[in-house]
């Protein structure tokens, strides 16, 4: 990749473009990665390589480097060079390498991956927050059930949703569990947006999310995992058609 120099004053009211580079240089890199451009034990290109490529000083190339070492991508090593960790080591529900996911794989492959974690998790939150959760944390969940009965489009009822599963999570009383319902909440998004393209999303969605809300709020937590497993599936069933009429579609 290479980046065109800017072409502009060095006026203090406007400050170097150079600065955005930092983080165009962490998603391009970041996106290579996950897309497998540069394999698990491989190295990226030596620093020369990348300093010209992008254009930018040795110190703008090494923090965006840092990032991604953070991210747990790569590792650098002294006279090694810059090193791809197995994908194992990724911090997968880091919001940007989550994001580079779900942009660098197919959308089937994504989707099948994302509801195994979902079927893992989503019925022993539920279940949990059924047994667990304050009279509080019940009205907060029975509230993003309100949104997302009184949404009139596809998209208002996107962030009652997202807000009803992150609630759930957050209602076990597990800051763990909140927090991977909070990192789940990016990738929720795009399995929502896809079943969404249903013409029947509002009607099918809201029972399969009553029978969740209605067990939590009874304290019946085999019911609140059962509800959930069935709101899984049926989901999963509903995102398959859509694939598949897309595939039939091209």
């Known amino acids: 990749m290479t980046v065109e120099p800017s072409h502009h004053s060095s006026s203090y009211r406007r400050p170097p473009e150079r600065k955005s580079m930092h983080p165009q240089i962490v998603r391009d890199l970041g996106m290579r990665i996950v897309a497998g451009e540069f394999a698990p034990g491989g190295r990226l290109p030596a620093e020369a390589v990348l300093l010209a490529g992008y254009q930018v000083s040795r110190s703008v190339l090494r923090e965006a480097i840092r990032v991604l070492v953070a ?35 197919p959308t089937g492959e994504f989707v099948t991956s994302l509801m195994t974690v979902r079927r893992i998790f989503e019925p022993a939150a539920a279940a949990l927050a059924a047994r667990l959760a304050t009279q509080e944390q019940r009205q907060g969940i029975a509230d993003a059930y309100a949104g997302m009965e009184a949404a009139r489009t596809p998209e208002e009822l996107l962030e009652p949703d997202l807000a009803f599963h992150r609630r759930i999570a957050e209602a076990t009383g597990n800051d763990l569990l909140a927090y991977i319902g909070n990192m789940l909440s990016l990738a929720l998004r795009e399995s929502i947006q896809l079943s969404s393209k249903l013409p029947n999303t509002h009607a099918l969605s809201l029972p399969r999310h009553k029978a969740i809300l209605t067990a939590i709020l009874h304290g019946d937590a085999l019911a609140a995992r059962q509800a959930t497993l069935v709101q899984l599936e049926e989901t999963r069933e509903d995102i398959s058609r859509i694939l598949d009429s897309d595939v039939q579609a091209a």
């Not at 590792?75 to 942009?103: E, F, K, M, N, T």
């Open 71 to 105: 991210k747990g991508l790569v590792v650098s090593r002294q006279r090694a060079g810059v090193i791809v960790r197995p994908r194992s080591d990724w911090h997968l529900l880091d919001p940007d390498v989550l994001y580079w996911l779900i942009q660098s794989q």
